[in-house]
């Protein structure tokens, strides 16, 4: 029998707190607009919402019947028992594909993970935060503002992306571009996902080849008009084949999951559904052949840096991935985040979520309003706001997601819980972030490269940030470490915290929203960036300078 994934709606509580019922309908959630919900992948080719189906259901069914002064426990998606603790400890505690140093390797993630003992939870998709692609866009947007400030005159009007990947994160990509005013190709290897981006309307047209994906391209660009058009292929044949062709896109990036050599990048001697037919029992196939394509996709991506495009790694390994199979260069390809995000994470800005449990899309828009009009000066919020309102459809549970700072966040989440509790809004509101946040990540490749005091590969932080958060009593903890292709690569720390109108929720929200931005901002004070100590010094956080 087929299942079915639909979000609970209205006031009727399944379970015996709104803390617990807002974890239910955002694991319900993650489940409704996730990639591949019969076999629990969220996203990220085996970013997992829960071990397995037992594991779910077992979950499902602690969160009915615990008490609001009692901790669930969750081993890698598998729930391992109830505790009592008190009404203001997290409901939910995880511990997701945490696997020690010398050990964390792919090669023992799939062994582990076969034998179920193990599973990855992604960023968002094991804590059940992810919101759909729209989660990622705007951080998407804002790398797209940042370089047409940077290159193009603040204007990508007339402007050529060019990208690979829609899946779970890379879907938002096509629609940030038409946001950002440019002309953005899209090639994906799996038809089934150009349809989905088209049918959710993030992607606008699919062209029946190159030929004419360059001519729609090129119109566009000639009429100065936004467009995304979707291609069904291989990004390691077509990013040469178009460089070839002496085609220099202006911004080249790429999102396929390449992260994972196994069961996310299909290498381009094989075609997905052979590809698929080898993740069981030839691994080594793919990897090697996996590899391989990766050299001609970012040889690609470095030749069209060489003849001026703008080429940024979004958060994939892609180069980890080049360089390992001898593309000596592959890193001189600089990463989103050291390139065009890291002064915003050094005041906290980032990726702040909100969830309308209610699934009332006017909660969603009533919220707008109050942004609207507290931070009237914060041009990237109120932009945002206006572009998101008009563009950004909504995926399962009405949500929205905007880069607020230290202050700014407990400040809004703060003012809902006095919404919910005037019945300004039709029920609660969960609060939560992507783990790539100022305060959440160690991610050597990715979030914390380069760092000024050479502090990259140390996950104290994101640990610090856990303890911290259920310290500050959030409603759900997790940390969590990569897996298949990410294992050994980082370690990340996620929050969820819920508006429920009550006086208790306010003080959750006040302790632990704030001290989640408090320690990001003193974690790049630590490592000696201006723009932090400056917001030490602006907001009065009290950190230790020695
Ligand atoms: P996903 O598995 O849902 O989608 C990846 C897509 O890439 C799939 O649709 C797949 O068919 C396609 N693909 C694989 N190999 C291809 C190839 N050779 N040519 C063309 N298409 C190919 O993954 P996702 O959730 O979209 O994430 C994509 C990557 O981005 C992952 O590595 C993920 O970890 C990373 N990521 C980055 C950020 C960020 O903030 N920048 C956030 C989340 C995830």
């Known amino acids: 029998m087929t299942k079915t994934f639909t979000v609970t709606s209205g006031p009727e509580l399944r379970c015996k707190s709104w803390r617990a019922e807002a974890l239910l309908r955002l694991l319900e959630n993650v489940l409704a607009v996730g990639e591949d919900p019969d076999n629990l992948v969220v996203y990220a080719a085996l970013g997992r919402a829960a071990r397995d189906w037992p594991s779910h259901d077992a979950i499902v069914e602690t969160l009915k019947t615990m008490e609001e002064d009692e901790t669930l426990v969750v081993q890698s998606g598998k729930p391992i028992g109830v505790m009592k603790t008190h009404k203001q400890a997290p409901i939910c505690v995880m511990a997701n594909c945490n696997m020690v140093g010398q050990w964390a390797k792919a090669e023992n993630f799939y062994e582990w993970e076969k034998e179920n003992l193990i599973c990855w939870g992604g960023l968002t998709a094991g804590d059940w935060q992810y919101i759909g692609s729209q989660g990622v866009i705007q951080g998407t947007y804002e790398i797209f503002c940042r370089i047409a400030e940077r290159h193009f005159d603040s204007d990508l009007h007339g402007r050529f992306i060019l990208t690979a990947g829609l899946g779970g994160m890379g879907g938002a990509q096509p629609l940030a571009g038409r946001m950002a005013n440019a002309a953005t190709l899209c090639i994906e290897i799996d038809p089934e996902r150009i349809k989905k981006r088209m049918e959710i309307g993030f992607l606008e047209v699919e062209a029946k080849d190159l030929d004419e994906a360059l001519d729609m391209i090129q119109k566009a660009m000639a009429e100065k008009k936004p467009i995304s058009v979707g291609l069904c292929g291989n990004a390691a044949e077509i990013y040469p084949e178009i460089l070839a062709r002496d085609i220099i896109p202006d911004i080249v990036t790429d999102q396929t999951s390449a992260h994972d050599l196994v069961y996310g990048y299909i290498p381009h001697t ?10 069981e029992d030839h691994k080594d196939i793919l990897m090697k052949e996996g590899q391989a394509s990766i050299v001609n996709h970012v040889t690609a991506m470095l030749g069209f840096q060489e003849r001026g495009s703008v080429v940024f790694d979004n958060g994939n390994l892609i180069r980890t991935h080049a360089k390992n199979g001898g593309v000596e260069d592959a890193f001189n390809i600089p990463v989103f985040t050291e390139a065009f995000l890291r002064p915003l994470f050094c005041r906290a800005i980032g990726p702040y979520r909100w969830i309308a449990l209610s699934n009332d899309p006017e909660d969603i828009r009533k919220i707008d309003d109050y942004l609207l009009e507290r931070f009237p000066d914060n041009k990237i919020v109120t932009n945002w706001i206006a572009l998101a309102r008009e563009n950004v459809p909504f995926e399962g549970l009405p949500a929205r997601i905007a880069w607020l700072g230290h202050g700014e966040r407990t400040d809004l989440a703060l003012a809902v819980n006095d919404m919910v509790k005037s019945g300004h809004l039709s029920g609660p509101v969960a609060f939560t972030r992507d783990h790539l946040d100022a305060g959440g990540m160690a991610h050597p490749n990715i979030m914390t490269e380069n760092m000024r005091d050479g502090s990259d590969a140390i996950a104290d932080w994101p640990l610090l940030n856990a303890m911290m958060s259920c310290s500050s009593m959030a409603d759900l903890v997790a940390i969590h470490s990569g897996g298949g292709g990410y294992s050994g690569y980082m370690t990340s720390a996620g929050i969820t915290v819920v508006a429920d109108g009550s006086d208790e929720a306010a003080e959750r929200l006040q302790h632990s929203i704030t001290n989640d931005t408090s320690l990001g901002v003193m974690r790049y004070a630590d490592a000696g960036y201006e723009e932090a100590t400056d917001e030490v010094a602006k907001k009065g956080i009290r950190h230790i300078a020695l």
């Open 270 to 279: 094989r075609s997905l559904e052979e590809a698929r037919s080898l993740r």
